[in-house]
């Protein structure tokens, strides 16, 4: 089986440093189309435009243009140059990119395993599987999880990968996102039953870094430090480091009661920045909201994982009103399931608006701000996404209003959050490269993934027994 997933894995150009997939290379479905996928330059048409850049403003009807994987022009109307590949989004909403702030996306052939009893929660399953992934498996889950992801338009990831074994198990994450297309974060963080006293890898973090630097194909993908938690003795140390190696630090903190106060100790030791991801926070207190306030660290809620687990609500309403950088992401698909992040954003949104008794506490805008500009402000990546804005990078997601349950109304921000599916993603581009389209992920046979992901999940399953 394992020799199958190689052959399959190499078909699709998803195994080894063999260069960017082509999105329309293996697009199955090219017949249907009378768009070219493979042209450099786009002309969307005809599109109720959220762009989330405040010059610019939104459009109930309006052009975008994309040459050379960035936005050139943005207009209420646009005549196409010649060369261009005009894309009728009549009756669609286009929205930058969605970025995701936190996942760890290994966990994706786990999905939904969180079980019923203490030996088979979250923690103690993902314990015992990861011992079972090579770096091959790390690939696999990681392009089965961005595949879900572009579907769901998330074209940007900030992977937290705690099953960093060694280099090469980090270097997968990098490998499946630069073969899919999509930006990235990667944080090279531990694994789940490393000792407590064996030091942080870094020499394997230097060569991963100096790896990625040296090799074009990473383009859009940085790589970070995945801290240890707070509690860590040498954190003061490794932070240092890492900072020393230009590296960006996500940490979990004071995501629960048992871990209250955690952000203050970082704050004490002069450790916060805004290079700084704190992921959960569902424990922050008021002094530690206007300690990220002043040293301007991002906070990343992942609304449904920290529910299902039981770390108790986002602090939604005391975090939007504060002056912190909010971010959202999936988290892990063990515990929620799927990766819809507009769902997240309707989720923090209703609980907003409950917490406030208040119908119109938090706009669809502000939650959609969190997936787009302020997930790229998070990531150090503002000026490149975020928005559709002249000059950035193409990142588009266009929502097709024409099913049963998205085909009637004109309130843009609230269809989006509130009434959209995955499936009512008709096309995602990310670097100007489309990435689905017509509903259909243009890159790879997703059937394929599919059988593999789902054949790899069921050998674990007897390994595990
Ligand atoms: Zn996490």
């Known amino acids: ?128 599987y990861s011992r079972l992934y090579d770096p091959e498996d790390m690939e696999l ?50 694994y789940r039953d490393m000792p407590g006293n064996e030091p942080t890898d870094f020499k394997g973090i230097s060569e991963l ?3 990625i630097d040296s090799n074009s194909e990473y383009n859009g993908i940085s790589l970070g430090l995945g ?46 920045g805004t290079d700084v991801n704190i992921i959960h926070g569902n424990a922050i207190t008021p002094e530690e909201i206007k300690m990220l306030e002043e040293t301007g660290a991002s906070i990343t809620m992942t609304p449904y994982s920290e529910m299902r687990i039981g770390y108790g609500l986002p602090k939604i309403n005391e975090l939007y009103e504060s002056n912190i950088n909010c971010c959202v992401g999936i988290d892990t698909t063990a515990l929620t399931g799927n990766a819809h992040l507009l769902d997240s954003l309707k989720m923090l949104q209703n609980l907003a608006n409950a917490n406030a008794k208040d119908e119109f506490y938090l706009h669809p805008k502000e939650a959609l701000k969190m997936a787009t500009i302020n997930g790229a402000k998070n990531l150090g990546i503002e000026k490149e996404t975020g928005s559709i804005t002249l000059g950035k990078s193409a990142d588009l997601v266009l929502l097709k209003k024409n099913d049963l349950n998205f085909s009637t109304g004109n309130k843009a921000y609230h269809l989006a959050i509130e009434a959209a599916l995955p499936e009512n993603i008709d096309m995602v581009m990310a670097k100007g490269k489309i990435l689905k389209y017509d509903g259909k992920l243009t890159g790879i046979n997703t059937s394929n993934l599919i059988n593999q992901a789902k054949n790899r999940f069921a050998e674990m399953e007897k390994e595990i027994n």
Request: charged share 25%.
């Open 1 to 128: 089986m394992k020799k199958e997933r190689r052959e399959f894995l190499k078909k699709t150009g998803l195994l080894g440093l063999g260069g960017l997939i082509n999105p329309t290379s293996v697009f199955s479905n090219s017949e249907q189309s009378s768009v070219d996928l493979q042209s450099k330059s786009f002309l969307i048409k005809n599109a109720r435009i959220l762009s989330m850049d405040l010059e610019i403003g939104d459009f109930t009807s309006g052009d975008v243009l994309v040459e050379n994987g960035k936005i050139s022009n943005v207009s209420n109307s646009i005549d196409a140059p010649p060369g261009v590949e005009t894309i009728n989004a009549e009756g669609g909403i286009l929205i930058p990119g969605l970025i995701d702030c936190h996942w760890h996306l290994w966990t994706s052939l786990l999905r939904s395993m969180s079980g019923d009893s203490a030996e088979e929660g979250y923690f103690k399953m993902t314990a015992r």
């Open 141 to 190: 889950a990681a392009t089965y999880a961005i595949a879900e992801a572009i579907h769901s338009g998330i074209t940007c990831i900030s992977d937290y990968n705690h099953n960093a074994r060694n280099r090469q198990f980090v270097k997968a994450s990098f490998d499946a996102m630069a073969k899919m297309g999509i930006r990235g974060h990667v944080s090279y963080g531990t």
């Open 209 to 211: 870094k100096k790896l």
């Open 227 to 272: 801290s240890r938690s707070a509690n860590y003795k040498n954190i003061e140390e490794d932070w240092k480091r890492a900072r020393d190696l230009g590296l960006r630090i996500t940490i979990h903190a004071s995501s629960n009661q048992d871990q209250k106060g955690q952000i203050k100790s970082l704050f004490d030791r002069n450790l916060l």
